[in-house]
Structures are given as structure tokens and as C-alpha cells.
């Protein structure tokens, strides 16, 4: 892929914004006139890191919450004087794009990060923007540190550059699985899907990690993601009585599953995954809600280790709450700074491979080391149970959760 | 045992309220030769209606049993969805009725998209629950289980099963209904308002269907735009199995269909030794549909096509 190729699609890609919307249009305008004048800079005594996620749209919230971490971290370094490497004083540098949420404006605004020649990239903060952006990242060699995308397929691509710093969706249903039969007891369970790569990546996990702990799965059943009626599923379940009912899908199924299963007589605990773990839920299966588990990757965040400390000063700067995972994000500044300062350098060649076998215990979230493809390595996975209506913590696995 | 005894009942509730819709194909096939495929649309906006009429009752702090709020949301469904089902007549089949057959096929797709549509744009694209005001005992039995719910579904489904062939078989309306299916113009020479018959048809056809969407959602716990496309394509299949245009066969079709699905998908999987799960659970009714197509496209209990043309 020559940078001729690139450019070429990066000015189509910038000439259909440009004729869609006037904002992205003037954006793609003042960015690249700027880059050339800071681009020495990056080179000299600054440390260039991109920020990427949604900052317009409905859930800008939590995109801005994300910058507001990365932002945090990076005024916490120059305040402190900026970051020595190889004996110079080097100052941070943030730069927030908006990639709208969407994949196309991610991959636009990633290899705008790749003109601006940013060292380093937090974010995306949805699998559906990550994942084609690693693409991006990968091949200009800098690395991506994800605070918030928990899909499986984003760290199986084989890039050396992706990483992330929340549990993906196959340790969430090992978590699940360990906590079935560990602590909940489960002898026997019973697991269904709705063959989504979702669902049924779920499930295969869960089923994996639930016989390693030495339970037996069952019976395995299938359903799809439109479908209401499980009785005649449920039916041949109950013939095998299990202890729990693991479900690998969404709320809207999983409301009927758990009602339909109590009008049945069964009295198998249930068990979805983060697509359970909704008001939705609740309102859908009403008082037959009571009782069922899910869980949510991470942590609560009063429950992280620096969570005190970190929570007055985001407050105090930027005059908010935290609403989700802006500790990540927080800490994918500083696991990307311990890295360059391991390598005495800013370059990403140089501190990549310093990255992946990273082990930092300075951060929010708690200790911090990636496995080989770039996974965070037990992280924090918090259990939900249903209690009088409301989603209650039953226990958070896994990172280094105060209990 | 007692599994085997929880499928057929699973069975039979599910196809009682296969029945009720599949009468509602059959009747208007054995009238105007139309296959409706907007009536699985016309059972979601019953089932739709029905939540949104107890949800407002609710809202304004009505206090009746819960049975009562059902009639009354009842109440308010079957004449929307009998409207609905006159209009549907009126605007989309009749300016065709001298067209060819294709035609008014064409335009009953066409008209359940729009429904659907339309109901996405006024009750969202969302799950909507049923409102929690039945009971939901378990009666337990020779060790499977029935909700009172679920005998209420299937006794109703009786008692509108009766009424409708006493209607048909009993009544001046019902006499008038046979003679227009069995032949229009000379329906309309012994003074049969033939027009009338067929509104009248689809208005019948279009209750049973806001009854069969309530039962649905209520055993369900919950409706949405998109139901009743599926559970409308699996009635038909049922129309077709019991001989589409005879109601008897309807309703035999309907609850075979019911058993077929249960006892099928949950014992597929042991069958075949896990190869095929219960996911290929809807294969069930399209199976039987196709074999029966082939081998007997008159159905069960349906009468010789050709004696029809």
C-alpha cells in the first residue's frame, strides 16, 4: 500500500464529507495546514497522542467522557513538567478528532492521525470504530490502546499494534462461567444462543470455562435473535434439570427466556452477559426479573484502586462526573507513557514492543499488562444480580477491585 | 413422560392461536380465492392497540382486575383492527377484484409492509412489554406444568372456534357467507349483497386476528412492529396443511402445526444427535408446507381445487 494509494483515498474520502457536511469540510481544511507547522515539533520535545471517539450524536456523552480522561492524564504530565526521555524534558500533547460513532469517519479520522504523525492513539471507544481503524493504525505502526471496545474480533486480527484495557467479551463469559459454578454452585447448567457472533461467542466461552471449572453443561440449545417463544427449548432443558441457564444473547429475548422459564417450573438460577444487564430487561420481564444475573466488563468506578484521588481531580477540572470509562482512558495515557519511557523514546517503533510486555500498577484501574494479542490481562468483569427491580453488584472479578 | 406431555401442551397453545389466525387466511380464501398477507399484520396492531389501551387505563389509575382491563383493551382492539381489515378490503383488494389473481397478491404484500411501517412509526421499533395484570399461576399436572393463562388461551380459542361455525353454519349471515364462496354471482342473483358479505368476512376474520395478537402478546409478555409477519406466514402454512378455504381444516391444520413445531424442535436435537438444534425450529412449518404442497397442495381436509374454478 503506497502513500500515493492513501492519499488518493483519504482525498476521496475527504471530498464526500466535504460535500455531505460543512463541519467535517472545514475540519479537513485547518487540519492538515496545521500538521506541517507542528509536525518539527513532534519530532523535537512534544509527544503527539490522538484521542479518537464520538464527540457529536447520542452518545457524545461518553465519548467526551473518554477525552476527558486522556486530557486529564496528559495536563497531569506537563503540569509535573512534561515527561523526561533520554534526558529531555518532553511536553504531551492531546489531539480529540470526533469519529462520529460511525466506522467510515473513524477510519478518516484515523488516518488523519497517521498524517499528523501522532505517536500513539486512545480510543476508539465502540468496536464498530476500532476495529476499522486498527486497520489503519497497524499499518502506519502506531499503537491503539482501546479504553471501552470489548469485542473479540478486535484483538484477533493479528495486529501487533491493538490493545485495550476493558475485558473483551470471551473473558466475560469465563468470568460468568467460574462465578456459575464457583460461587453460585452450578453442578449442571444449560446454555443457550441466538448464533449471533455475539451470543454465540458468549456461550462457546462460557461453555468452555464452565466445564474446565468441572461442571457439566447439559444440553446445549439454540434460538434466534427475533424469536419469543422458548417453551418447547425450555421444555427438553427441564428434563435435565439444570442448576442454571446461561443465555448468550439480547434483553429482548432474554425477557421472555426468563419468564417463560419460571411459568415451566423451572427453577434454574439465569445468566446473561452486558446485553442482559439493561432497565429494558427489568421493564420487560417485570417482577419474573427478580433473581437473574448479568455482568457488565469493568468496574464500578468507586470501586477502582485510584478511584478517590482520580475522581476529585476530574471533578474539580472539568466540572463533571464521571459517566463511564474515562479511568480507561485515564490510564491508556499513562500505560503509553511508562512504555515510552521504558524505551527512552517517543517513536512508536520504538516503544511498541515495550507496550505489549508492559506491567504498570500506577493506574486507576488497577495493574495493567497486556497477553499476546494485546488483551488486558484479568480484567475487571463486575456481576449484576436483579433485586427488588434494580440491577445490584453481587461482586466485581477479576483487575484489583477493593472488595 | 412428563416432558414429553409439557411439548404437546406447549403445542396445543400455540397452535389453538395458530387456528384463530389461520381461520381468518381461510375464510377470506374461501371467498375471494385471495391469499391476505396482511392479516399477520393486522393481529400486531390487535396485540398493539390491546397493550396500548391497557397501558393508558393503567396510567390513569383505573383500578380493575386484571382480566376486565384485558376485555376492555380487547374492546377497543377488535373494532380498530375490524375497521382495518374493512378498509384494507375496500382500498386494496376491491378496485382489483376483476384483476388478475397476481395482482391482489402483489398488493396484500404491499399492504402489510405498509402496516408494519406504520405501526413501527407509531409504537416504536422497540419490545413493548404486556402489561403484568393476568395471573400467572402454574397448574401442575402429571409433571409438566400450564399456566391458567395458557388454559384460558386454549379455552377461548374453543369458545370462538364454536361461535364462528354456528355464525357460518347457523345463521341467515353465515347461509349468505357459503353461497358467495361457493359461487358470487349466483350469490348475488338470490339477492346476496355480495360486497357487504366480503367486508363482513374480512371484519370477522380481522377480530379473530386482534384476539389471536392479545393471546400472543399476553403469553408472551410482549409485542412488537415486526410479529406479525412470522406468526402470520406460520398460520398460513397451517391454512394450507388444514386445505386452505375450509375451516375445519384451519383449525386442525392450525393445532398439528402446534404440535408439529413443539415435539419437532424439542427433540430435534436428540434425534439427530445434536447436528440440527432447536434454532432450525421454524424449518418445522415450512417443511410441512412444502411437502404438503407437493403431495397434497389441497391439503388434509380441503376440497379439489379444480371443482372451485
Not at chain 2, 2 to 12: E, P, S, T, W, Y
Not at chain 2, 75 to 92: D, F, K, S, W
Request: net charge positive; glycine share 10%; charged share 15%.
Amino acid at each position: 500500500m503506497s502513500i500515493a494509494r492513501y492519499s488518493m483515498i483519504a482525498a476521496a474520502v475527504l471530498a464526500i464529507t466535504a460535500c455531505g457536511k460543512q463541519e467535517p469540510a472545514k475540519k479537513a481544511e485547518t487540519k492538515p495546514a496545521s500538521a506541517p507547522a507542528s509536525a518539527p515539533a513532534a519530532a523535537g520535545d512534544t509527544i503527539k497522542i490522538g484521542y479518537a471517539g464520538p464527540l457529536t450524536g447520542n452518545i457524545a456523552h461518553i465519548g467526551k467522557d473518554l477525552e476527558y480522561g486522556a486530557r486529564l492524564a496528559v495536563d497531569t504530565f506537563n503540569e509535573a513538567g512534561g515527561v523526561e526521555l533520554a534526558g529531555k524534558k518532553m511536553k504531551l500533547v492531546l489531539v480529540a478528532e470526533d469519529d462520529q460513532g460511525d466506522p467510515k469517519t473513524a477510519t478518516t479520522v484515523a488516518q488523519r492521525f497517521v498524517d499528523q504523525k501522532v505517536v500513539g492513539v486512545v480510543g476508539h471507544l465502540q468496536s464498530g470504530t476500532s476495529i476499522p481503524a486498527s486497520k489503519i493504525y497497524s499499518d502506519a505502526g502506531i499503537p491503539q490502546i482501546t479504553p471501552s471496545s470489548t469485542a473479540i474480533a478486535y484483538t484477533a486480527q493479528g495486529y501487533k499494534t491493538t490493545f485495550r484495557l476493558i475485558a473483551n467479551d470471551a473473558q466475560q463469559g469465563k468470568v460468568l462461567a467460574e462465578y456459575a459454578v464457583k460461587t453460585l454452585k452450578a453442578k449442571k447448567v444449560a446454555i443457550i444462543d441466538d448464533r449471533t457472533a455475539y451470543g454465540q461467542g458468549l456461550a462457546d466461552e462460557f461453555e468452555k470455562a464452565a466445564k474446565a471449572a468441572g461442571a457439566t453443561v447439559v444440553k446445549r440449545e439454540f434460538t434466534n435473535d427475533k424469536e419469543t417463544d422458548f417453551n418447547s427449548i425450555l421444555t427438553s432443558i427441564k428434563g435435565t434439570q439444570p442448576d442454571l441457564i446461561f443465555y448468550g444473547g439480547l434483553d429482548a429475548q432474554g425477557a421472555p427466556l426468563k419468564k417463560q422459564a419460571k411459568k415451566l417450573g423451572i427453577k434454574a438460577t439465569l445468566m446473561g452477559a452486558d446485553a442482559w444487564q439493561t432497565p429494558e430487561f427489568i421493564k420487560l420481564a417485570g417482577a419474573d426479573a427478580e433473581g437473574a444475573y448479568a455482568s457488565i466488563p469493568g468496574q464500578p468506578k468507586e470501586r477502582m484502586p485510584g478511584s478517590k484521588e482520580f475522581l476529585a481531580k476530574f471533578k474539580q477540572k472539568f466540572n463533571t462526573e464521571v459517566q463511564l470509562y474515562a479511568p480507561n482512558s485515564y490510564d491508556a495515557v499513562l500505560v503509553m507513557v511508562e512504555a515510552m519511557k521504558k524505551a527512552g523514546s517517543s517513536e512508536p517503533a520504538k516503544y511498541l514492543p515495550e507496550l505489549a510486555k508492559v506491567s504498570y500498577s500506577g493506574g486507576v484501574t488497577g495493574p495493567i499488562s497486556f497477553d499476546a494479542k494485546g488483551d488486558i490481562k484479568d480484567g475487571a468483569i463486575t456481576i449484576y444480580q436483579v433485586k427488588n427491580g434494580k440491577w445490584e453488584i453481587m461482586e466485581v472479578v477479576g483487575g484489583a477491585a477493593k472488595k | 413422560m412428563d416432558i414429553f406431555l409439557q411439548q404437546i401442551i406447549n403445542g396445543l397453545v400455540v397452535g389453538s392461536v395458530y387456528a384463530l389466525i389461520a381461520l381468518g387466511y381461510t375464510m377470506v380464501y374461501g371467498i375471494l380465492q385471495l391469499i391476505n398477507f396482511a392479516h399477520g399484520e393486522i393481529v400486531m396492531i390487535g396485540a398493539m392497540v390491546t397493550i396500548t389501551c391497557i397501558n393508558f387505563l393503567i396510567g390513569h389509575n383505573v383500578n380493575l382486575p386484571g382480566p376486565l382491563l384485558l376485555a376492555l383493551g380487547l374492546a377497543m382492539a377488535i373494532p380498530v383492527t375490524m375497521l382495518l381489515g374493512y378498509l384494507i378490503e375496500r382500498i386494496a383488494y376491491r378496485p382489483l377484484r376483476k384483476a388478475p389473481r397476481l395482482a391482489p397478491l402483489i398488493t396484500a404484500i404491499g399492504v402489510s409492509i405498509v402496516l408494519q411501517q406504520a405501526a413501527m412509526m407509531i409504537w416504536g421499533r422497540n419490545y413493548r412489554a404486556f402489561p403484568a395484570i393476568l395471573p400467572s399461576d402454574v397448574v401442575e399436572f402429571g409433571g409438566a406444568s400450564i399456566t391458567t393463562l395458557q388454559i384460558a388461551i386454549i379455552a377461548l380459542s374453543i369458545v370462538l372456534l364454536i361461535g364462528l361455525f354456528l355464525l357460518i353454519e347457523r345463521t341467515k349471515m353465515g347461509r349468505a357467507m357459503r353461497a358467495t364462496a361457493q359461487s358470487p354471482d349466483v350469490a348475488r342473483l338470490m339477492g346476496v349483497n355480495v360486497n357487504n358479505i366480503i367486508s363482513l368476512t374480512f371484519m370477522i376474520g380481522s377480530a379473530l386476528g386482534a384476539v389471536a395478537g392479545v393471546l400472543v402478546a399476553a403469553n408472551y409478555d410482549q409485542a412488537h412492529a415486526y410479529m406479525g409477519f412470522m406468526i402470520g406466514l406460520k398460520a398460513f402454512t397451517a391454512a394450507v396443511l388444514g386445505g386452505i378455504g375450509n375451516l375445519g381444516g384451519a383449525v386442525l391444520g392450525g393445532i398439528l402445526l402446534g404440535l408439529i413445531e413443539s415435539i419437532g424442535s424439542g427433540y430435534l436435537g436428540d434425534l439427530t444427535g445434536g447436528f440440527l438444534g432447536s434454532q432450525y425450529k421454524d424449518i418445522f412449518a415450512f417443511l410441512v408446507l412444502i411437502l404438503v404442497l407437493i403431495f397434497r397442495p389441497s391439503g388434509l381436509m380441503g376440497e379439489r381445487v379444480a371443482e372451485r374454478a
